[in-house]
């Protein structure tokens, strides 16, 4: 039609080098994009006419202005929100650059602000008290319960003043580690409004990874909970964060106190373990303090929180937040990638355990005074149609989830979804991993019933929110394709060399200039902060992913290229599984690569060496994998262990991932040239071994 003409014509100017076309580069271009870079989707005319940007030309004019005047651009968004200070005249200063000294990146310096207000007092004197602010659905059907913005507030402020009273003040760290209850955003709020410094623990981590957390960042109070349950499974948390207490102490971090809230439909508190003078029952103190509780007015520039991630040597990294731009950054990104508008319910099935849980299941939809859908359940429980279910409940007219749940569910078949209705929907997104055109086809026609644009949205913990994503009233889709940058972010394609490449090509994918919710630190350790991420490629951040970018200006992402993998959306170093396999009094040494998977996107593989006369057994392997699940936990436990009586490496003694991956894929015919390895006959050996075990 002349509208699908229009939108291709005008995509033909988006500012992404769409049409200078290299041919070098076109060659190096994957095949398998090739077929699919013509795969257009188009948004329904109604949906773009209703949209908060609704075609090509508003987006461009909107993204130039963005990359021209950034200052401009970003002081009016912050604009919209509560400043008790306002912030000097300069917007931002940035060093991206490690060559010019220190990287530096401020946004917003010199302003004060609380998130926490904004996101609460903020929209409940603009009337919106009586709003939904979360639905919270528990495990089991029927269990479930509400929040208005008004009586989270209270919530909060009670948090907030039982936190202050029992000494916490602004800058200290306070780790939460708590499942998908209303009390784990109450936390991070309460947090953030006295700011203290939070950093919530996946609750699916193990005590020594809960431990390794504790000790870098020394909290002065651990928030948790008795128990959960999961499914069908309950799990005794509060002794999970006991054995990680004891292991802190004998590391020299000692904390003093362990609020502990008591989750009923999971565990009584008389069943609980409790250690006398460190332990508290929520329930008995919190509810005792005031409903309101003054707001701490904090810098710009002043930490938010920390959140650990994984990267490529065995410790994970505390990626440090600030406040200002990150709440102006959350919130916008959420407001345009979503088109949300005030009638919408919104649900994310994310875990607050992760970013995604921050910047788009707490902050960046709080701060729109959005009505939030909490899940603590489990998607496939009681069966596969739960989501949909939910999403009929509450008429969730946003639903963001990840490609992993899409192809789980995709495997159960469509009777699950068509039995709802899900009439409520309008649009969908996807996060965590590049989704593959099927599970974007899929998601698309079974469950939005070919009617709602799907949000792609990559970024990372360290961007703090959305970098290259749909708009999706604005431009056609391609499936699979995260399509083009959000406002005020460039980004490019490199070379080896890091030479910016042009047009169509593949390459690394890093950053030009600083954006607001870009982080400011690893704790504790600006050098690797430097050198991981902007001495790779000396003016830019790297953003560790390969990418391509197709004729018509469209990035497709194409997974990590450093020694991190990526497991059901869940980012895992391969060197931390390793260090957990290796501290297996039985194993010598380990080689982990990720593989294809077909649920979980990549699965783990791993390559073991035994100690000198250990024989290798079925028994030995279960414990192997469990010696993983209790470093880490169950979610990095490998899908596959490999008895490797040798490992191929280079005379220098370095192994040769290369060929360990070719031989995890089943690619024997591929592996190259083996002619430097120290001993070539390990290669047939392992080839022999792969399917004896
Ligand atoms: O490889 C990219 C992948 O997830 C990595 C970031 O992981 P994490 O910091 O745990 O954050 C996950 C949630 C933002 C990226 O380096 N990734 C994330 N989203 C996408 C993606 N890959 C492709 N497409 C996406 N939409």
């Known amino acids: 039609s002349s509208d699908h003409l229009r939108h291709v014509e005008s995509m033909a100017q988006l500012p992404s080098g769409a049409r200078r076309i290299s041919h070098l580069n076109a060659v190096i271009l994957g095949a398998s994009l090739a077929s699919e870079e013509n795969d257009l989707v188009f948004p329904s005319h109604d ?110 402020c009670q948090l907030a003043n039982y936190l202050k009273h029992v000494g916490v003040r602004k800058g200290d760290a306070v780790v939460i580690y708590l499942p998908m209850l209303m009390e784990l955003p109450i936390a991070m709020l309460a947090c953030a409004r006295i700011g203290a410094v939070h950093s919530v623990v996946f609750a699916g981590f193990s005590a020594e990874s809960l431990a390794q957390r504790i000790i870098d960042c020394k909290p002065k109070v651990v928030i948790t909970c008795n128990a959960v349950r999961r499914g069908s499974k309950a799990i005794h948390l509060k002794e999970i964060v006991d054995g990680a207490l004891i292991e802190s102490v004998k590391n020299g971090v000692s904390v003093g106190l362990c609020l502990t809230l008591e989750n009923k439909s999971a565990m009584k508190r008389e069943d609980s373990k409790w250690q006398e003078g460190r332990d508290v029952w929520w329930q008995d103190v919190v509810p005792q303090f005031p ?54 319910i919104y649900w994310c099935t994310a875990d607050c355990g992760w970013i995604t849980g ?29 989501c949909w279910d939910i999403v009929d409940k509450y008429k969730v007219t946003i639903f963001y989830t990840a490609p992993t749940l899409v192809r789980s569910l995709m495997r159960e078949g469509d009777e699950y979804v068509t039995r709802y209705h899900r009439k409520s929907l309008r649009v969908l997104g996807s996060v965590g991993e590049p989704i593959n055109p099927s599970a974007w086809r899929w998601f698309y026609n079974v469950v939005g019933d070919s009617r709602c644009p799907i949000s792609d949205t990559w970024w990372q913990t360290e961007t703090g929110g959305f970098m290259i994503t749909p708009l999706p009233g604005a431009w056609p889709q391609k499936p699979g394709s995260a399509t083009f940058p959000f406002f005020g972010i460039q980004p490019v394609i490199v070379d080896e060399k890091g030479n910016e ?169 591929e592996l190259g040239d083996t002619s430097t390895l120290a001993d070539p006959g390990v290669v047939d050996q392992l080839i022999a071994l792969r399917d004896c075990q």
């Not at 902007?534 to 790297?542: D, I, L, N, S, V």
Request: glycine residues 10%; proline residues 5%; contains cysteine.
């Open 358 to 386: 921050h910047s788009y299941v707490t902050y960046g939809p709080l701060l729109n005074g959005a009505t939030v859908v909490v899940f603590e359940g489990a998607p496939n429980y009681p069966d596969s149609g739960r």
């Open 291 to 344: 409903i309101k509780c003054s707001v701490e007015w904090i810098d710009a520039e002043d930490p938010l929180f920390l959140l650990y991630t994984s990267g490529s040597t065995g410790k994970p990294k505390g990626v440090l937040h600030t406040t200002g731009g990150y709440m102006v950054y959350s919130a916008a990104t959420f407001k345009y990638a979503f088109d949300y508008k005030p009638s919408d």
């Open 47 to 156: 949906f773009s006419r209703q949209a908060l940007v609704s075609s090509p030309e508003q987006y461009r004019k909107m993204y130039e202005s963005s990359i021209e005047d950034p200052a401009g651009f970003w002081s009016e968004i912050a604009s919209q929100f509560y400043w008790n200070n306002k912030w000097d005249p300069e917007v931002y200063s940035e060093n991206i650059d490690v060559r010019k000294g220190t990287v530096k990146l401020e946004w917003f310096k010199g302003g004060r602000t609380n998130i926490t207000y904004n996101a609460l007092d903020r929209n409940i004197e603009a009337g919106n008290g009586g709003k939904v602010a979360i639905y919270w659905e528990g495990n089991e059907p029927g269990d479930d319960g509400q929040l208005t913005y008004a009586q989270l507030l209270e919530k909060v």
């Open 501 to 669: 490449i042009e047009g169509e090509c593949s390459g690394y994918l890093c950053i030009k200039k600083s954006w607001p919710g870009a982080f400011r630190t690893l704790y504790g350790d600006h050098e690797r902060y430097e050198t991981t991420y902007f001495k790779p490629f000396a003016g830019y951040y790297f953003s560790g992913d390969g990418c391509s970018r197709d004729k018509d200006g469209y990035f497709w992402l194409t997974g990590r290229v450093d020694d991190v993998i990526n497991v059901s959306g869940h980012r895992i170093g391969t060197a931390e599984v390793e260090s957990a396999l290796v501290s297996h009094p039985h194993c010598a040494e380990a080689a982990v690569v990720g593989v294809e998977h077909e649920i979980k996107g990549q699965g783990i593989y791993a390559f073991v060496t035994l100690v000198e006369g250990i024989p290798y057994s079925e028994e030995l392997r279960k414990s192997l994998v469990l010696a993983v699940r209790n470093q880490i936990g169950a979610f990095a436990a490998p899908d596959k262990i490999h008895w490797a009586p040798g490992l191929p490496k280079t005379r220098s003694g370095k192994i040769m991932r290369r060929i360990l991956r070719k031989i995890a894929s089943g690619q024997l015919e």
